[in-house]
């Protein structure tokens, strides 16, 4: 069970602040799936990113099956069971696929299980095994093999940034699908961060985030008609005409 | 059999760890011939007056091997060889070159290798040479190695240069001149540790229409360690030339990069770029979300970048 409490995150000196977050709660029970959605720029990721302890919250807690994890560092943490696919993967000269799978694995995978993890996600895996993730390989690409390096291990709590992202609309069936078994899989519970309504169906509840704050949360089929009905009344958000002058 | 020192040298230079049962090899420890065989297609005779050997390849045969490693197991030795390596018209060549040296005493031991390789006509030569040091003396251990490399048409070289550990100080100096349609491939990897200090000079003229060189260094500098490279690529004909040097800086590490590209005909086409700069902190921080500490991150990252 993850719990956030009173989370707020400020950048900045003394000169000039900029308040990421304010005060983020909320509890994520195991076996649930999570879609934290919003407007670009709302803080999605760096609600992520203070999960993960990659960035420290400026205020609040954060526990992890009841034990406050806030001043644990990134490695730490991983160790206790927090796993974060990037929205933004980095690429590695001379790092095989294989060996990025087995490292997020915690040893060393046979062969066919790096297969079953690249096939989850769409890619033909002979094909990627032995390859580089370098700049040679495709933003589509990338992404996907990111998401499997998450699949590949056992979690507490898996966060997805914007899985979707950048993967054609022939491969995004097969990771709803993936994404699916994975509900009731490996990992106790999943939090993933999407724009896309197939991927909130899949939720067992949705958070909004929007201008550092939670904004509404509730059950799937409460919020979806009204995300997609009245998202902008929720984010305060609304398209403004743009009349030439 | 050989001792535990020796095999393991050798492991560490020529991924072997006794002599060869195949092929043609020459053995060097200490300063003095250790071992050596030749083969139908391979002759190997050392040199008269001077020392070290002749590498003679026959014309056209086909993918030979040949381990000639050199390994220093005393303090106070230094080695000064002369090795040439003749490789015949349309012949297909894997040469093992590479120098361990274990030093525990307190003088320095040094070894110095001049290579001279003639490549015939449409030959393709892949040499490989790895530099190595341990020992836990205090006497410095020196490699300073000068390469000529002289490719006639169509000759292909590819050179793979590694020196990742242990070596005090080292002075390479690497020259290439290419006729037409030769191809002379570089590929450098370095990393220096401690307080030591590498410079590589690379120069490569290209001579004919239609030779390509590419130079591909990758460093990495720990420590208080020094690396200066000074690549130079030298256009005369039509032809293609390409320098690529990254290097990664690590603690209090120095690192100068002075890249030299000239062309002398206006159908040259020569590319230089550098990169000197920290591990990317993404890099790091993605392998620690996986549950690896700082020190393993950074460690899988420089194992790959050294690839
Ligand atoms: N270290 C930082 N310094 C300054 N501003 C930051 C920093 N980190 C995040 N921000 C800002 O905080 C806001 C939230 O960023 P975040 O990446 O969390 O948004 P997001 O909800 O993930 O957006 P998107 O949907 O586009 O991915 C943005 O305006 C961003 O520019
Ligand atoms: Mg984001």
Redesign the pocket.
Known sequence: MLELKHVSFQ?GDAHAQ?E?LRDVSFTLKDGKFFVIT?P???????LARLIMGIEKPTAGQILLNGRDVTDLDVTERARCGIGYAF?QPPRFKGLTVRRLLSLAHGSDLPEDACCAYLTNVGLCSRDYLNREVDASLSGGEVKRIEIATLMARDLEVAIFD?PEAGIDLWSFSMLVQSFKNLSRGRHKSVILISHQERIMQLADEILV?ADGQVRARGSRDEMLPRLLGQFEEDCGFRAKEVTAQ | MMDELLSGLLRSIADIDDIPTDGAYNIRKDGEGMARRSTETVQITPKSGKPGIDVRVAPFSKADRVHIPVVITKTGVNDLVYNDFYIGEGADVEIVAGCGIHNSGCEASEHDGIHRFFVGKGAHVRYVEKHYGEGDGTGERILNPTTEVHLSEDAVCEMEMVQIKGVDSTLRETTADLEAGAKLVILERLMTHGAQTARSNVEIRLNGAGSTAQIISRSVAKDSSEQVFYPRAVGNAPCHAHVQCDSIIMDDAKIRSIPEIAANHCDAQIIHEAAIGRINNDQLTKLRTLGLTESEAEAVIIEGFLK
């Open positions: 950048v900029a990421i919003g670009n720029g709302g803080g999605k990721s760096t929205q914007e985030v």
